[in-house]
Nanobody
């Protein structure tokens, strides 16, 4: 079993930055891919970014089209944590951010159904 716990959300002014974290515990060696999704009130879950790795090496990172270079996903192997750095935040980035893990490398990384393990989410609110 794998457990994911998000943290780092909060209230931030537009234009500023925030870093959210996803701590991984349990059978961490069984994970190969982790993604961030977000869900704004009344909206569907939306893919934000994903990172894929093999052992100690990161294989690839992927981003949703709307990110446009503002967000950065990264992994700290020593801490078993995946980060999502949110830069140049806009009010429309307000959402609950979820991390999700997969035990296999999946080309359908933008689909929520590709991920077996989910965290409880962390709220990010961007004020104008």
């Amino acid at each position: 079993q794998v457990h994911l716990v998000e943290s780092g959300g909060g209230l931030v002014q537009a234009g500023n930055s925030l870093r959210v974290s996803c701590a991984i515990s349990g059978r961490t060696f069984s994970l190969y891919q982790l993604a961030w999704f977000r869900q704004a009130p009344g909206n569907e879950l939306r893919f934000v970014a994903a990172i894929e790795w093999s052992g100690w090496s990161d294989v690839a990172t992927y981003y949703g089209d709307f990110v446009k270079g503002r967000f950065i996903i990264s992994r700290d192997t020593a801490e078993n944590t995946v980060y999502l750095e949110l830069n140049s935040l806009k009010p429309e980035d307000t959402a609950v951010y979820y991390c999700a893990g997969s035990s296999e490398s999946n080309s359908y990384y933008t689909r929520a159904s590709s991920y077996k393990y989910w965290g409880q989410g962390t709220q990010v609110t961007v004020s104008s």
